[in-house]
């Protein structure tokens, strides 16, 4: 496969790198520390038309594609990974309601998502077990014209924060997808849980008691809900964890470089030392490896090829991406001594970060039985 940046997706670059530089560097460790939502700093990611930017410009979005978005995941994640990752979450959701939901719908949600004015979540996963859709115990229940739905969705990005939120549940022996509301009675939401990594993502529980949805609110055909949220996930959501993931790798290996060509030993940098210089081919190479799948996934959505298509690409940008990641920033960590281990010097960060992206949008596990039966096939 060849191709080349366009001159818009090699600006768009540019001005995410310096966008990041500037809003994100100098505050990093002090918001991985507070771990609040980042709201005020995607509006303005919104300003610069990043969060449509997989959405049509008719609904409000730039349009400019999924090798764009990859390039602007990649390069958000090398500052900050939070925030590179509010994309992987929040446009799965807005790539939803574009391929399947109704002009109403589209009109309703897609330009204030565009904006960052509304927030939206996209839950599949429930205690039983993310991995197996048929642990989901969600009921929605047609009652008249509306959907009476009860269940719990657990680990889901974005939750405390929504206003929105896709959600599956089964109807009868079948799933669906579902438009939720924030303010819709019965619809609630919990506090942020603690977890290791991506501190700016706020992660939690949605909580449904007898909430009635209108019956307008199905997203796509009652039955076909697991083709909604996994083709969203699968196009979405994996392409971004893996561009997440080159981008945290990316940015503990600048870190190891920087710092192995700084500190002196035996009178000379670290960096002329072989074992360090082994250390740091090993990570440019993967990096290098995991971009070139990223691109490539991006491309062939980009090209047309529908997430079914391009599954395989897809499935093992993710698995790679997110299996350098750890490996990169561990590596970061050792070429930095007792020095790596210091939340100050931002590589913990960057490992604490990688750790997360091995369940989010499917396990390293899933990933693998997704390629090997595509293999034996
Ligand atoms: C940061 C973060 C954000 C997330 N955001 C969302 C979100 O927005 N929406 C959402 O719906 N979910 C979200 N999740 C949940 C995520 O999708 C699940 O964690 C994931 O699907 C795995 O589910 P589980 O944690 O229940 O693990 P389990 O499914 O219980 O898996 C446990 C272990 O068993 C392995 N395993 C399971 N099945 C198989 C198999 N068939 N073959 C081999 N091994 C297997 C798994 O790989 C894993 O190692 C998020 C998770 C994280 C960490």
């Given amino acids: 496969m060849d191709f080349n940046l366009t001159r818009e ?17 100098p505050k990093a460790l002090a918001l991985d520390a507070k771990g609040e939502f980042i709201h005020d700093i995607i509006k303005k990611t919104a300003e610069l038309g990043l969060v449509g930017i997989i959405t049509s410009k008719e609904f409000g979005g ?24 509010f994309f992987q979450t929040g446009q799965i959701g807005m790539y939803a309601i574009e391929n399947f939901g109704t002009p109403e719908q589209k009109q309703k949600y897609l330009p204030a998502l565009c904006k960052a004015d509304k927030i ?10 993310g991995s197996d859709p048929s642990a989901i115990q969600t009921t929605a229940e047609l009652k008249g014209d509306e959907y009476i739905i009860n269940g719990r969705k657990v ?6 924060v929504c206003d929105l939120a896709i959600i599956v549940a089964k109807t009868g022996d079948k799933f669906s997808a579902f ?19 991506l501190r700016s993502l706020p992660v939690g529980d949605l909580v449904f008691t007898n909430c009635k949805v209108p019956k307008a609110n199905l997203l796509g055909q009652e039955g076909k809900g697991l083709a909604v949220a996994i083709g969203g996930i699968s196009a979405v959501g994996r392409t971004g964890v893996a561009g997440v993931a080159l981008g945290t790798a990316e940015g503990a290996y600048a870190a190891a470089v920087k710092y192995a060509k700084e500190r002196k030993l035996y009178g000379k940098p670290i960096a002329e030392l072989q074992a360090i210089q082994y250390m740091l081919v090993d990570c440019n190479m ?3 490896t995991a971009r070139w799948l990223c691109y490539k996934a991006a491309v062939l959505l980009d090209q047309g090829k529908s997430p079914r298509d391009a599954g395989d690409d ?13 490996k990169v920033a561990l590596r970061a960590i050792q070429i930095m001594g007792g020095y790596g281990t210091i939340p100050q ?6 490992l604490n970060d990688s750790i997360e992206l091995f369940t989010a949008a499917g396990t390293q596990e899933i990933m693998k039985n997704t390629l090997a039966r595509s293999i034996i096939a």
Avoid: W
């Avoid at 939206?120 to 077990?129: H, P």
């Fill in 286 to 288: 993967e990096i290098e």
């Fill in 120 to 129: 939206i979540s996209t839950a599949l996963t429930e205690a039983g077990g």
């Fill in 62 to 85: 730039t349009g400019m594609g999924h090798l764009a978005r990859m390039l602007m995941i990649e390069e958000l994640s090398r500052i900050y990974a939070s925030l590179g990752f």
């Fill in 314 to 326: 897809i499935t093992r940008c993710k698995l790679y991406s997110c299996d350098i990641a750890s």
């Fill in 345 to 350: 010097y931002e590589i913990t960060r960057r």
């Fill in 155 to 160: 680990m889901i990005s974005e939750a405390p």
């Fill in 179 to 197: 438009i939720v509301e924030k303010g819709t009675p019965g619809f609630t939401t919990s506090g942020k849980e603690n977890y290791v990594g």
């Fill in 9 to 25: 997706q090699e600006m768009l670059r540019d001005m995410v790198r310096e966008f990041a530089q500037r809003e994100l560097a």
